[in-house]
C-alpha cells in the first residue's frame, strides 16, 4: 500500500533555532501534502496543504513565514518552523491523499519539543 | 466551531464484546467520512471508510453506520480485542474524500479490557 516516510518522528531543539520536518512519499506520486498539528488532547488540525510546483495554502491563523513549506517533488514535501518558540512544540503529520478506498496515507509523525 | 465531534474522550470495553464509537458532524456538505486508529506517537492508519450514498460499510471486525438525517456516524468494532486498545479519530472531508483535506474530531481512547 502507499506509504508515507516522516522524519525525523523526535526532536528537541532549542529556542529560536529551526527544525525541518520532512515527508517522502516511497511509492506513489503525491501532488498534494496536508501539514497538520496535534495539541495534547486536541484533534488533528490542518495547517497547510502544499502542492508539487506551486505555493503552499496556509489555513488561517497559521503564520507562512513561521512554517516555510515546500513541495519540491512529486515524492517530498517539508515543512520549516523558523525560529521555534516553545509553543510550537507539537505533533506534527503529514498526510497525501489517498489510493483508491484507503482514505489518506499518514506520515509517523514529528514530536516536537522547543526549550 | 467544531465541525466533527466526538464527545466520549474515552471508552472501556471487555474483551469480546462490542465497542461503540460515535462522531457527530455539523456540515451538510461532507460526502466522505472516515475512521483511523492511532497508537501514541505513531500516525494515524487508516481503517474504514464510507461515502455519504451509503448507510453501512463493513470490513471484518469493524463497521461503520452513517446516518445522515441526524448527521451522525459510529464506528462498531466486534468482538473487541486488547490490540484495539488505541485512540479513534473519526475524519471528515467535503470532497469526495482524496481532494479536499479532512477535518477531524477529538478523539476517543479506546481500551479493551482482557
Known amino acids: 500500500g502507499a506509504v508515507v516516510s516522516q522524519h525525523p518522528s523526535r526532536v528537541i531543539c532549542k529556542s529560536g533555532t529551526s527544525v525541518k520536518i520532512e515527508c517522502r512519499s516511497l511509492?506513489?506520486?503525491?501532488?498534494?501534502m496536508f501539514w497538520y498539528r496535534q495539541f495534547p488532547k486536541q484533534s488533528l488540525m490542518l495547517m497547510a496543504t502544499?502542492?508539487?510546483?506551486?505555493?503552499?495554502?496556509?489555513e488561517q491563523g497559521v503564520e507562512k513565514d513561521k512554517f516555510l513549506i515546500n513541495h519540491a517533488s512529486l515524492t517530498l514535501s517539508t515543512l520549516t518552523v523558523t525560529s521555534a518558540h516553545p509553543e510550537d512544540s507539537s505533533f506534527y503529520i503529514c498526510?497525501?491523499?489517498?489510493?483508491?478506498?484507503?482514505?489518506?496515507?499518514f506520515g509517523s509523525g514529528t514530536r516536537l519539543t522547543v526549550v | 466551531d467544531q465541525q466533527v465531534k466526538q464527545n466520549s474522550p474515552s471508552l472501556s470495553v471487555q474483551e469480546g464484546r462490542i465497542s461503540i464509537l460515535n462522531c457527530d458532524y455539523t456540515n451538510s456538505m461532507f460526502d466522505y467520512f472516515l475512521w483511523y486508529k492511532k497508537y501514541p506517537a505513531e500516525g494515524p492508519t487508516f481503517l474504514i471508510s464510507?461515502?455519504?450514498?451509503?448507510d453501512k460499510n463493513e470490513d471484518g471486525r469493524f463497521t461503520v453506520f452513517l446516518n445522515k438525517s441526524a448527521k451522525h456516524l459510529s464506528l462498531h468494532i466486534v468482538p473487541s480485542q486488547p490490540g484495539d486498545s488505541a485512540v479513534y479519530f473519526c475524519?471528515?472531508?467535503?470532497?469526495?474524500?482524496?481532494?479536499?483535506?479532512?477535518?477531524f474530531g477529538k478523539g476517543t481512547k479506546l481500551s479493551v479490557k482482557p
Open positions: 511509492d506513489f506520486q503525491a501532488t498534494t
Open positions: 498526510s497525501a491523499p489517498g489510493q483508491g478506498s484507503y482514505g489518506y496515507t
Open positions: 475524519a471528515a472531508s467535503a470532497m469526495g474524500g482524496s481532494q479536499g483535506n479532512l477535518i
Open positions: 464510507i461515502s455519504s450514498i451509503k
Open positions: 502544499s502542492n508539487e510546483g506551486s505555493k503552499a495554502t496556509y
